[in-house]
C-alpha cells in the first residue's frame, strides 16, 4: 500500500521568514502525482501545488515551491515570505497515474507568528 | 459561482439513526468522492463515483453507502451500522481524464457530523 508521512505535526515561522514542510512516500510506481494541500481554520481544503512524477522541473506557484527529489521519494514544500494567512493545516497527497485515489499524509500544523 | 456545496456544515444526530449528507457540485465534473476526517488524521476515502450510477468503494466504506443518480449530485448516508460516525465528511469532485486522476480535486466546504 502506498503511504504518505509528514514527520513534522507542527510547526512555526516569523513572519515574512521562510519555513520548509518536509514530506515522504512510499511507493513502488514510476508515475505518479503529488500535491499539497492547505486547510485553514475554515477546514475548506484548498490545492496549493501539484507535481507530475516524470516532470525534472519543481513547481513552484508564487510564494510557495516544492523540492521534489524522486529517487529519495521526497516532496518538500517551501514558503518564502511567510504571512499569517498561511498559518493552517498543510497535508500531502500522493496518487497513481490512472488512480483516481488520493492517499494524505497526517498533515502539519502550520503558525506564522507576527 | 462554480464550486461544490456542502448542506448542512453541522448536523447532529442519535446513535441508531442513519444520516444523509449532501454534497452538489456546478463543476460539470464527471468524478466525485467522499473522505472522512478524524483528529489528527489526514483525508481517508470513503467512497467515490467515475460517473453517473457508477461508485466504488473507498478505504473506509463499511457503515456508509452513497448513490448517483444526477452528475451534480453525490449524497453520503452514514448508517447505523458505522461504529464510530462522529467526524468531519469532505466530499470532493475533479475532472475525468481517459488515464484517470491526473487533474485535481477541488473540495467543499465540509460536514461535521455529531452522533449523540
Known amino acids: 500500500a502506498q503511504t504518505v508521512t509528514q514527520s513534522q505535526p507542527e510547526m512555526s515561522v516569523q513572519e515574512a521568514e521562510t519555513v520548509t514542510l518536509s514530506c515522504t512516500y512510499d511507493?513502488?510506481?514510476?508515475?505518479?502525482?503529488l500535491f499539497w494541500y492547505k486547510q485553514p481554520p475554515s477546514r475548506q481544503m484548498i490545492l496549493v501545488i501539484r507535481q507530475e512524477a516524470y516532470k525534472q522541473q519543481n513547481a513552484t506557484e508564487n510564494r510557495f515551491s516544492v523540492n521534489f527529489q524522486k529517487a529519495a521519494k521526497s516532496f518538500s514544500l517551501k514558503i518564502s515570505d511567510s504571512q499569517l494567512g498561511d498559518t493552517a493545516m498543510y497535508f500531502c497527497?500522493?496518487?497513481?497515474?490512472?488512480?483516481?485515489?488520493?492517499?494524505f499524509g497526517k498533515g502539519t500544523k502550520l503558525s506564522v507568528i507576527p | 459561482d462554480g464550486g461544490i456545496t456542502q448542506s448542512p456544515k453541522y448536523l447532529f444526530r442519535k446513535e441508531g439513526q442513519n444520516v444523509t449528507l449532501s454534497c452538489e457540485q456546478n463543476?460539470?465534473?464527471?468524478?466525485m468522492y467522499w473522505y472522512r476526517q478524524d483528529p489528527g488524521q489526514g483525508l481517508r476515502l470513503i467512497y467515490y463515483?467515475?460517473?453517473?450510477?457508477?461508485?466504488q468503494k473507498g478505504d473506509i466504506a463499511e457503515g456508509y453507502s452513497v448513490s448517483r443518480e444526477k452528475k451534480e449530485s453525490f449524497p453520503l448516508t452514514v448508517t447505523s451500522a458505522q461504529k464510530n460516525p462522529t467526524a468531519f465528511y469532505l466530499c470532493a469532485s475533479s475532472p475525468r481524464t481517459s488515464g484517470g486522476l491526473t487533474d485535481t480535486q477541488y473540495f467543499g466546504p465540509g460536514t461535521r457530523l455529531t452522533v449523540l
Open positions: 463515483s467515475q460517473i453517473v450510477n457508477d461508485f
Open positions: 497527497a500522493w496518487a497513481g497515474a490512472g488512480s483516481y485515489q488520493l492517499t
Open positions: 511507493t513502488s510506481e514510476n508515475n505518479y502525482y
Open positions: 463543476l460539470n465534473h464527471d468524478a
